[in-house]
């Protein structure tokens, strides 16, 4: 973490795939993301890190363009546990906790299986409200620009892990694929990259499924993914690449959040579609 962010980037990069990448002039998926998180500290860029502020701006973007979307309720925002602890009674059986700032770090709460251990509960979370390594290591410009605070918010689904991920990638506003992860509330999750023809985007990643497995989409409610992709279209708009995250929950979409750096452009990727994504992608 103390090496200049650039530095850093060259040999996360070398680590994650054995070789250089050029970041002066990317071509690649993968140099595009780290040419980002060297390069692109504009406004823009600031608030997509920021859990809170991308609700609020996915909210008044789609309420411009005469767009209902569903999102979960935030019922908390502190800092301190112990804070949320005294409004324990006001709270719903099911909740999640969760940082602003970071990603990865999640706890899926239900006060009907066991009570809530709030002292292991505040022991457990004393570090999130840190700037994490997504900042500190990574160099995500825009996770160093969100608020460091903890979110108690609306859990969705009824199962006891987390619901299906529906995840579409845009550029200049313009879908191009579709990651959807079915079967997390029974936790044997498959994982489908789908170009929005339908046809298969193999993405070179050991957990996703066989290219010759039939493809899920017509397991997916089609008013699911339609409402998926105009949100994508009016949120990802001013982007020259963003992925709007959600979830498919009882055949309705829910927004979660933005991604500025998937898999933080050091993720598992074919050559193909490193090269394909690469084109599609017009940096500022």
Known sequence: SWLPVSVRRHLLFFRAFRRWGNFRTP?????????????????????????????EYVRAAAKMHGFSVRMPETY????????????????????????????GRVKLMDSTTEPIDWGGLGRETAGWTRMDDEYTVRGHWSYGQARRLLIAEERLGT???????LKIEAYAGEPAFTFWATGRSKGAVRYSNLKMDGTR???????EEPADAPIPLEELNPEVRR??????????????????DGYAVGGEYWFGELTAYPAAGLGAISETTDAWLGRLWQLP
């Open 76 to 103: 908390w925002v502190g800092t301190d546990t112990t804070e949320l602890a005294q409004l324990a009674s006001q709270l719903p059986a099911r909740w999640v906790l969760k940082p602003n700032h970071s990603c």
């Open 227 to 244: 409402t998926a992709i105009e949100l994508t279209r009016i949120a990802a708009a001013p982007f020259d690449q963003l992925r709007v």
């Open 201 to 207: 985007l193999i993405w070179g990643h050991p957990s």
């Open 159 to 165: 199962g006891e892990l987390a619901p299906d991920d």
């Open 27 to 55: 071509r690649g998926y993968s140099e595009k993301l780290n040419w980002r998180a060297i390069n692109d500290h504009r406004a823009l860029m600031s608030f997509t890190s920021d859990k809170l502020a991308a609700k």
